[in-house]
């Protein structure tokens, strides 16, 4: 029985009368025709022994040909890659992975390549399978390439979304979170956080956290343990990570933090940190405070920097120009007022479905709490989301009707909520991560009853 490896090349193995002999056999077949100086070639066993490798694939793997002999594929190749492998050994079947990651042995991650991985079976003349031929391909420039187009779309999205905001009741905290979630996203990083720089009467220098995100989906950082929003961090250092940063408003980044001046002193339980970035925050002419990320695999420097500064740029003038809109509606807002329980509002309709909406917000928080199954929660988002939109036309239709001072704003409220609310809920769908959902619904909504919808209640009761 032949096995065709290429469209010109048939190895038998009919010959074959013993192992060893057909170990052999194997070994000649990079003589024949695997000194390809471009494709790297490796020929392994049914146990994923490295019986032998062309000089390119060696050298793609910082090893001397010679030396793969004494290597197994899980040595180089993550589970989800080997399980690949033992799929192709079962079904006999050739197989392809692309835009496989790969790491030089000793290496950082930032230097890492890719390439497209075909996986080829063996078999004899029983059709057991006796050997996998494997062909790796290096694509990392194609693969760059198609990321830096990527990164250039985004950009242009996330400058687009903070235009959008202008002139609309997009809250700070939003704005930064906002912020926040392009930087990781655009970064690859795992999780960030932004703080705002202040001095006490003493004149310490300290930084209060206002947003954190974490996208790694690793238990042992969720949550943040070191750090939690609104907790002040006394800077006692101004050659760490965040006091430079603080002390000279100039950008720093650190990719070997266990060798670097900067990322010195964290505590105990802060999350595993193998690179970080660090931005300064500046609205106007004054430096308001720093966003921080982590964990890009790549690596951050001074071209990512660049790429993200305009992204940064606008959020911050987005912040400035909102400024004065948010000062003006915080004026209106009495202590009684900002104490003021919904449960009290006089209009008996608009009471009813202010107290279902509240229900299901707190019903989609308790099942993100027990990690319910993700169509369950999507279901109840769904139900929020038609609720939202009766509930505004029945607050519209009254306002109309009553020639409400103040409708034109609230209704362009209701339109921002409903617009962010579909975004986060597609984003969810899309993500699985509940991060942001967790962060925003009872904040949008909570500001939104205790604000506009309590000015609706006053003025009905005068």
């Known amino acids: 029985m032949t096995n065709t490896l290429t469209h010109h090349i048939d190895i038998s193995f ?5 192992r060893d002999n057909r170990a052999n056999k194997l070994q000649l077949l990079p003589a024949l025709y695997l000194n390809d100086t471009y494709t790297c070639f490796a020929l392994l066993d049914a146990d994923f022994n490295f019986i032998t490798v062309n000089p390119a694939y060696a050298k793609a793997h910082g090893e001397f040909d010679d030396l793969f002999s004494n290597h197994q594929l899980s040595e180089l190749y993550p589970p989800d890659a080997l399980q690949i492998f033992k799929n192709v050994l079962i079904t006999k079947k050739p197989s392809r992975i692309l835009a496989h990651r790969v790491v030089p042995p000793g290496q950082p991650d930032r230097y890492v390549t890719f390439c497209n991985l075909t996986i080829t079976p063996l078999t004899d003349e029983e059709n ?11 694509v990392t420039h194609s693969v760059r390439t198609e990321q830096a187009l990527y990164k250039s779309k985004r950009i242009l999205s996330a400058i687009k979304y903070a235009q959008d ?13 906002a912020l926040l979630t392009e930087v990781i996203d ?7 956080f932004i703080g705002q720089f202040n001095q ?8 209060e956290i206002q947003t954190i ?4 989906r690793n238990s042992e950082t969720r949550n943040f343990p070191a750090v939690e929003t609104s907790q002040l961090l006394n800077i006692t250092d101004p050659h760490s990570l965040i006091g430079e940063v603080a002390c000279t408003g100039k950008t720093m980044h650190c990719n070997d933090p266990a060798n670097d001046r900067h990322c010195s002193g964290f505590p105990e339980d802060h999350p595993a940190l193998q690179a970080c970035l660090g931005m300064p925050l ?11 990320v982590a964990n890009c695999a790549d690596g951050y420097d001074e071209a990512l920097v660049d790429l993200l500064q305009p992204v940064v740029n606008c959020y911050m003038q987005l912040i400035v120009s909102n400024a004065a809109e948010r000062e003006r509606r915080e004026a209106l807002l009495s202590l009684e007022e900002r104490n003021y329980l919904i449960r009290d509002m006089a209009i008996p309709a608009v009471e009813a479905e202010h107290s279902e909406l509240i229900a299901l917000i707190n019903d989609c928080y308790e099942k993100m709490d027990n990690d319910a199954d993700t169509d369950i929660i999507v279901q109840l988002l769904e139900k929020c989301y038609s609720a939202c939109v009766e509930h505004f036309q029945l607050e519209g239709e009254l306002m109309r009707t009553t020639a409400y001072p103040e409708y034109e704003p609230h209704s362009k409220h209701h339109e921002w909520l409903l617009a962010e609310l579909r975004k986060k809920i597609d984003r969810y769908v899309e993500t699985e991560d509940d991060h942001i959902l967790r962060s925003t619904l009872s904040n949008w909504f909570g500001r939104h009853f205790s604000s506009f919808d309590l000015r609706l209640h006053n003025y009905f009761s005068n």
């Open 186 to 192: 655009l970064t690859e990083s795992e999780y960030g």
């Open 200 to 207: 006490d009467a003493n004149g310490q220098l300290h930084m």
């Open 128 to 138: 057991t399978v006796v050997a996998l031929l494997l062909a790796e391909t290096d």
């Open 14 to 18: 009919n010959e074959l009368s013993s």
């Open 213 to 216: 995100l974490d996208f790694s």
């Open 282 to 292: 500046i609205a106007g002419k004054i430096m308001t405070g720093a966003i921080y």
């Open 165 to 177: 905001q202008h002139n609309t009741y997009a809250e700070t905290e939003d704005i930064l979170e």
